[in-house]
């Protein structure tokens, strides 16, 4: 990813860019204008000399400059309580706080980029999810012991042998961690296990300046980058791969062979295709007297634009149990924005629905739940308590949101 590293500079501000720079021992001089991103990244480029780690942290950096993508900066902290107690503390931008966490340790810094990675292709071609057949309720958590991790990554390496295209494949590096599920939205503090595949890929060869200012070729591998992730509290399997089905079943059993003390069955999720079309206008979304959901409406719609290189527009109403608006009606209020049900032409690419819960016989308080879906077969059903994912995949079923699928058996996300 190309970034302008001026355009960094100017947003994330000198200060965090300079303490970060210190925590890694590039020590900057006085600037003369700190407002002037010229000169800032004329010093840095002096200081730095040859050490690219800077320009790399930047680069991974900006990638979290979206809003929802602080939960991922959070969730990889969930086994450093010091840490994560100083992070919500913090009121700094997502710039800011990704170069801290990246000042405070490089390794968790990585962690979280995979996080952010992963979550983009969830849903996605490369993605495939399994649960686990189990002969109890109990949770089982996976054994991540140096020998099992070495047993994982040579179970990889025979998958990727299997469909090799362009030559011998050379190393592979399996790293597990624990993170938080996907706190964004539900706060939870239900832990899942990841495990970040780094693959080296055929030799590819490029151009390069050599110090005598000769131009010459260099020959160097490519990474291919995917992960697993075990939720025990459901026990699911999520693959992120490419390379196809087989070769992220086999990546699935690996998983399986390698950090469970017995052989696991899997059977496989299914991704359910998501009708968009129903919200080009205000959706109708009929709900029943035994329905536990008092009231639901769409709060967000996110558009990508026509004729447009990746740009996207995001409408939002904020919501809260006493308000049972849409983003449909609100935005009626709204004359200096076109109303969704004129934006016909325009792609919908991700909505995000506000359930409103009964109270029931524990508690007569009444609950907020949302929603997100996003295409092309994207949700975040996963991260509800199994009783919240029955009722609202039940609804979505109901309502047609969920397109019928003859092939589902029950194990759908």
Known sequence: MAVDYRAFIRRTGVAAIRSYADAIGIKLSAVDD???PDAVLSELQRAAGDDQRIWLVFQEAEAFAP????WVLRSVLVRHASLL?????????????????ASKSYQLFEQAVSVLNTSRRLGGQSWEGWSIATSDNDEVHPNLR?????????????ALEEVKTSGPRGKIKAVPFERLLAAKVTHSQRTVTQVTIYAEGPHESREKISEANEVHFVSERSIDKGAVIYDPAHQTIEVVVRGGTHVRKAVADAFCKSFFPTERQLFRLIS???????FSEEPVLPLTAGDPIEHVAVDEIRYSLPASEGALITLESPYSAARKTSIYADARDWPEVSHPENMSSWTIVAIRLRFLFKGDGKSRKQRVRTVELKAPRSTNLREKSDRDHAIMHELLERWGIFKADPHATGNEY
């Open 146 to 158: 140096e020998e099992t991790i070495f047993t994982f990554e040579q179970h990889v390496r025979n």
């Open 67 to 70: 809003r929802e993508a602080r």
């Open 272 to 278: 359910r295709e998501i009708d968009f079309s129903k």
């Open 85 to 101: 107690a100083a992070f919500d503390a913090k009121t700094e931008t997502n710039r800011e706080c990704a170069l801290w966490l």
């Open 34 to 36: 700190v407002s002037d």
